[in-house]
């Protein structure tokens, strides 16, 4: 079953409607490279920093939302492939080749070489701009409309906030990652040994805060930008 999770509607927010870390504008990059004119971006950053993007639902590969404008309601989907089981097994193998990676996942971070790393290992996290598909019930005559594009920007400041949330979407939850982190073992000497304790520590306190705050909250958050 796929795991959704639905992320609270933002509120309006004053500014540019940008990312903040560098992971963040390396999606906002993918969503101008998807825009087939600026006045599309511009309509778009209006849209989403004026509060019209409703509740973001996201899945391994796919995301929902509503957006209102001056017309009328209007439901976007879009999606984002997904990875093979190899560049999974790729990505959870690069998240625990260094200490340190996981407990930066679970406090908000996204080291940059693990995105290289992963990226070499056939695992590329980050989306390119003919990635994102999208579809919207407007007469828009482009792909993405301005809708789609005010739903991508808002996904931006998601990921900015948690990048589980694009671990998500390219088909890697977060409590599979985690339970896969906490399941691995190395052989030394011909017996299994379970990974180092900071990593066991850091799974555990990441596992116990879901249980505590529930299925949502750790995958949202608002950024400013």
Known sequence: MAVVVLHPRVAPRRGAAR???WWGKAWVRAVEEASYAEADLRAARVLARGGQVGQVATEPGRYVASVEDARGLWTVEGSLPVFDAAAVDALVETVAAAAGRVA???????????????????AELLPSGYELGSTCGCDHWTDPCTHALAVLYQLAWLVDADPFVLFQLRGLPRDELLA?????TVVIDGLDVEVDADLD?????????????????????DAAG
């Open 19 to 21: 990312a903040t870390t």
């Open 201 to 221: 520590l850091a799974v555990e306190a990441a596992l116990y805060a879901a249980r505590l705050l529930g299925e949502e909250i750790p995958e949202t958050g």
């Open 180 to 184: 896969r982190l906490h399941a691995r």
């Open 104 to 122: 930066a996942l679970v406090s908000g971070e996204l080291p940059h070489d693990l995105v290289e790393q992963a990226d070499e290992s056939g």
